[in-house]
């Protein structure tokens, strides 16, 4: 019912930037909230921020003050600004679409690669 295009992703340098982009189509307006979840090698899938349909936000203590979603409703596009890259930063990241009603699910992008690394 939801398709997520998920583009953005590749090699930094630490301290460099990166923007990621995450298109939604499909049953769109059942979609309560987007985000961004990133998996390294050995851990589990944790989540990095998230926006509401109403524009609230929520990130991983860890990306604070680095890290930037926002979303375009009319473009049913959000977006990761990433600034000041940091080689812990390196993982797998997945755009994600939660939907509450009928019942709560997510949907998942197909995941880009990010690596920071000098």
């Known amino acids: 019912q939801v398709q997520l295009v998920e583009s953005g992703g590749g090699l930094v340098q630490p301290g460099g930037s990166l923007r990621l982009s995450c298109a939604a189509s499909g049953s769109i307006f059942s979609i309560d909230a987007m985000g961004w979840y990133r998996q390294a090698p050995g851990k589990q899938r944790e989540l990095v921020a998230a926006?509401?349909?109403?524009?609230?936000?929520n990130y991983a203590d860890s990306v604070k003050g680095r890290f930037t979603i926002s979303r375009d409703n009319a473009k049913n596009t959000t977006y990761l600004q990433m600034n000041s890259l940091k080689p812990e930063d390196t993982a797998v990241y997945y755009c994600?679409?939660?939907?509450?009603?009928?019942?709560?699910?997510?949907?998942w992008g197909q995941g880009t690669q990010v690596t920071v690394s000098s």
């Open positions: 994600n679409a939660r939907l509450w009603a009928p019942q709560r699910h997510d949907y």
């Open positions: 926006i509401t349909s109403g524009g609230s936000t």
